[in-house]
């Protein structure tokens, strides 16, 4: 097998987020990096496909018609079949162009994305259209939607007359493409040469966009009823396991491919590792990377923070004070910030230890577990003040705004409800310690983004994120509870305290393994490596 055969030029990847174009956790952060590191700096051509939901604007986002390669006065406009059990059907599809940071990114503009005003679940706006379309609930036609994507990607790719060498497709919402390529003769006749890679983000229940009609999966998709029966994982259509069959799989940290394989922290997933080992299906693992210049502290301007500071350099770090007392002046008092309710207050007292939360409150990020540690800690410590930004469960949120309208906690808890991107950079500048209890941790980059303003990362050391060095790079404990997670933040405040200089090493050290091992550029090379091996697989 020759070099020339197993090439990577041409890169397709095809993804519900991207970027700050559309975006609802990390993947939107591993997608666009990725994706502008391999067409900057490794000079591959770089396609990516996502729908074009309704609350994008692609004129203001800076897309244009993509012309018909035919009628090149004409926008680019097909059918892609969707059918339904017995109905045979179809859906309009018109096309957006941009070329942003060297990346061709396509939107896909059909009525079904139209239609959505977020991501993955229904938003306020719809639930007060439609009061059926509850706010935070999963989209009804969530499938049908995945299926669409993927359809009208590869019908674009064939139009365009591409020579895919690999097609990179992430988490469940992608997963069924390798299968679609190797079953249906109009794809698999035309993608001869390409191979697929189908990244699992999260393995977790309810990431998989699984379905239990078995009959729409198979003619939606369009796949064989017996491959859709062969691919099931407690009953239902598992995409990943439709994309195992004919796709290098990967997830997001070799640490987390370990567990779910070898450990019983499957059983979180519903044991598709263990399914996958049975299968004799291998998993790699590739840790998620991250640009430091995107979240450099030097850069005031470019991050929105109030001061600039240099973790590599500075010695007292006098820029990241005054971030801190940027934010303290914030949420001294209930003031108006956009699109955030506020419970509780922080004192202005900048010599106090600030410990930082941002993140979804779900089970899965261990809110449970820090809010009984966070209580634990107001008893038992007056030495510090605690903000937290985010949004999720009622039942979550209620336990953590009940801390902070306690009296006797006055001044010492915030809890700030929603998420705005510069607020969230303004925190992980502002705060000296970054709780991340997570019951379980694909990878995780709030501890980059937040190891790199300085905010020491404090972890249940899981998944990703062991490659938090507990005493070097950040603190980190070995069993989930909230006792263990006091204990640990009790050990940085006393270490806070009683070791400045200690504090400072953390956090130049920090920044020094990231820049050795974890930027996307060193990455990238193992995403390369991941093309060639599947590449080679494909025509062997």
């Known amino acids: 097998m020759s070099k020339q055969q197993t090439a990577i030029r041409e ?55 993509l012309a018909d390669p035919v009628q090149t006065d004409k926008q680019l406009t097909f059918a892609t079949d969707l059918n339904y059990p017995k109905k045979e059907r179809r859906e309009q599809v018109a096309v957006w162009h941009a070329k942003i940071e060297k990346v061709n990114i396509y939107l896909l503009d059909a009525e079904r994305f139209n239609e959505k005003l977020d991501v993955y679940t229904y938003s306020a706006a719809e639930e007060r259209s439609q009061p059926w379309q509850k706010k935070g609930e999963g989209h009804f036609d969530y499938f049908a939607m995945n299926i669409l994507l993927q359809k009208a990607s590869l019908d674009l790719m064939m139009l365009l007359s591409a020579s895919p060498d690999v097609i990179h497709c992430h988490d469940g919402h992608t997963a069924v493409l390798p299968a679609m390529i190797a079953e249906l003769p109009g794809y698999r006749n035309y993608f001869t040469q390409t191979a697929c890679v ?74 598709l590792g263990h399914t996958l080992l049975e299968r004799n299906i291998k998993l790699e693992g590739v840790t998620n990377g991250i640009d430091p210049d995107v979240f450099s502290a030097t850069n005031p301007k470019q991050t929105g923070v109030v001061a600039a500071f240099d973790l590599l350099k500075d010695k007292e770090l006098k820029g990241k004070k005054k971030c801190k007392e940027a934010i303290l002046q914030l949420v001294n008092r209930k003031k108006e910030i956009a699109g955030i309710r506020q419970s509780g207050f922080l004192s202005i007292d900048a010599t106090l230890p600030l410990i930082t939360f941002i993140g979804r409150l779900s089970d899965q990020k261990g809110v449970d577990v820090l809010t009984r540690a966070l209580a634990s800690l107001l008893e038992k410590r007056k030495d510090f003040q605690f903000l937290l930004l985010g949004s999720g469960s009622v039942r979550d949120e209620a336990g953590l705004i009940a801390l902070a309208e306690k009296s006797k906690n006055a001044g010492r808890v915030a809890i700030l409800r929603g998420y705005d991107t510069q607020l969230a950079t303004k925190i992980y500048a502002a705060g000296d310690f970054f709780v991340i209890p997570s019951l379980y941790e694909p990878c995780g980059l709030t501890d980059f983004m937040a190891q790199l303003f300085g905010n020491l990362p404090v972890v249940h050391h899981v998944g990703g994120l062991v490659k938090v060095q507990d005493g070097k790079t950040g603190f980190a404990y070995p069993a989930q509870s909230a006792v263990a997670l006091t204990r640990t933040i009790e050990r940085a405040l006393d ?46």
């Not at 700050?20 to 000079?43: C, E, F, H, M």
């Not at 799989?249 to 567990?259: I, K, M, P």
């Not at 200690?502 to 995403?527: D, F, G, P």
């Open 198 to 271: 189908v990244t699992v983000h999260n393995a977790g229940k309810g990431y998989h966009q699984e379905i239990a009609d078995l009959e729409f999966a198979a003619s939606s998709s369009g796949l064989p009823l017996d491959f859709v029966q062969s691919s099931r994982l407690d009953d239902c259509f598992d995409p990943f396991l439709a994309g195992s069959h004919s796709a290098l799989l990967n997830t997001v940290s070799e640490n987390y491919a370990r567990e779910l394989r070898e450990t019983s922290d499957d059983l979180l997933t519903g044991w």
């Open 495 to 540: 270490l806070f305290n009683t070791n400045p200089t200690a504090i400072r090493n953390m956090q130049r050290q920090a920044v020094e393994l990231i820049e050795k091992h974890y930027t996307w550029k060193m990455v990238s090379k193992k995403y390369l490596d991941l093309y060639k091996k599947a590449k080679k697989m494909k025509i062997s």
């Open 11 to 65: 890169i397709w990847m095809v993804s519900r987020e991207y970027g700050n174009i559309a975006g609802a956790g990390g993947v939107k952060d591993v997608v666009a990096g990725l994706s502008v590191t391999l067409a900057r700096w490794t000079g591959r051509t770089v396609h990516v496909v996502l729908p074009c939901y309704g609350f994008m604007q692609p004129k203001k986002l800076g897309f244009s018609p």
